[in-house]
């Protein structure tokens, strides 16, 4: 029998690789600069998984970028779906000065 593809089997190489690109060699944390890193994170995941993917979906992508300066983060999502088939994936990288937490969603249509 054949193992099942999941979301994390097409989002985890994807996401690795984005944000090692535009987040990782970022070395302090500029406010200014962040909506521009966001941007590119999320859509080049979407991007590239609607291109790459070995399943079908329609994909959502959530980027939150925010100063590592001690302070607690906490967040959740909820959704209504079908659990046979819909997914959600999260990536979190870090570096001494930010924190990089990535969630994508994906939907069968």
Request: charged share 15%.
């Amino acid at each position: 029998m054949a193992e099942k593809l999941t979301l994390a089997d097409d989002a985890k190489d994807i996401c690795e690789e984005v944000v090692a690109r535009h987040f990782m060699p970022v070395m302090s944390y500029q406010h200014e600069n962040v909506p521009a890193i966001v941007t590119a994170i999320t859509e080049n995941v979407v991007q590239r998984l609607t291109q790459e993917a070995a399943l079908p979906r329609k994909y959502i992508a959530h980027c939150v970028v925010f100063q590592n300066n001690g302070a607690g983060f906490n967040a959740i999502s909820a959704c209504s779906w079908n659990p046979a088939s819909d997914a959600c994936y999260v990536h979190h990288a870090e570096t001494k000065a930010m924190h990089c937490v990535l969630t994508v969603y994906g939907v069968v249509a």
